[in-house]
């Protein structure tokens, strides 16, 4: 067993460097797509194993900003029977979040880009060059919303709670 970092070797801060190098790199290239977040309401995010903790992260960013709804589909479930919720409930945007290609995901990309009905697919190749993919992914899930930021500079991704409902923000229950 192998693990990613360790005391004894400091090399994970150059790696940390590398990957957010890497994404800001990805996305500052794809500017025109990254400002499409800006009009989505409704977002569907596909994710498989590898990318769970950032279709989380990311999924809970838009939801708690309050800048869209997003629903979350293990990209197995589409041979469940899941296509057929986001074929029948259109969503403004899919983010595809994929580590590789096998003929499942070929099927599944094909699937989508041919027969869905939303305004944009968006995919995002977390395999590249770096050394842990899943680490990449979910350092991706940060640069993205900097960048949703940056790009769109009239988007404030602090919630604006109504009064009545900061009850509920952070309830701790007196005993």
Same mark, same amino acid.
């Not at 003929?103 to 190749?125: C, G, P, Q, R, V």
């Not at 993919?133 to 988007?155: G, R, T, Y």
């Given at each position: 067993?192998?693990?990613?970092?360790?005391?004894?070797?400091?090399?994970?801060?150059?790696?940390?460097?590398?990957?957010?190098?890497?994404?800001?790199?990805?996305?500052?290239?794809?500017?025109?797509?990254?400002?499409?977040?800006?009009?989505?309401?409704?977002?569907?995010?596909?994710?498989?194993?590898?990318?769970?903790?950032?279709?989380?992260?990311?999924?809970?960013?838009?939801?708690?900003?309050?800048?869209?709804?997003?629903?979350?589909?293990?990209?197995?479930?589409? !041979?469940?029977?899941? *296509? +057929?919720? /986001?074929?029948?409930? $259109?969503? %403004?945007?899919? &983010?595809?979040?994929?580590?590789?290609?096998?003929?499942?995901?070929?099927?599944?990309?094909?699937?989508?880009?041919?027969?869905?009905?939303?305004?944009?697919?968006?995919?995002?190749?977390?395999?590249?060059?770096?050394?842990?993919?899943?680490?990449?992914?979910?350092?991706? !899930?940060?640069?993205? *919303? +900097?960048? /949703?930021?940056?790009? $769109?500079? %009239?988007?404030? &991704?602090?919630?604006?709670?109504?009064?009545?409902?900061?009850?509920?923000?952070?309830?701790?229950?007196?005993?």
């Amino acid at each position: 067993k192998s693990m990613l970092f360790s005391n004894d070797d400091l090399g994970w801060y150059d790696y940390l460097l590398e990957t957010m190098s890497y994404w800001v790199k990805v996305f500052n290239n794809n500017k025109h797509y990254i400002t499409e977040f800006s009009k989505i309401k409704q977002i569907d995010i596909l994710y498989d194993e590898d990318s769970y903790p950032s279709a989380i992260d990311i999924e809970s960013k838009f939801v708690e900003s309050g800048l869209a709804r997003a629903t979350l589909h293990e990209k197995k479930d589409f !041979s469940h029977g899941r *296509f +057929s919720l /986001i074929h029948n409930l $259109n969503s %403004d945007l899919i &983010l595809y979040l994929n580590q590789g290609r096998s003929d499942y995901e070929n099927l599944l990309s094909n699937y989508l880009i041919n027969n869905y009905t939303a305004k944009k697919i968006f995919f995002i190749e977390c395999k590249n060059n770096l050394k842990n993919p899943a680490f990449s992914c979910i350092i991706m !899930s940060q640069i993205l *919303f +900097s960048k /949703i930021v940056e790009f $769109n500079l %009239d988007i404030d &991704l602090k919630p604006q709670y109504p009064p009545n409902a900061l009850k509920l923000y952070k309830y701790l229950k007196k005993v």
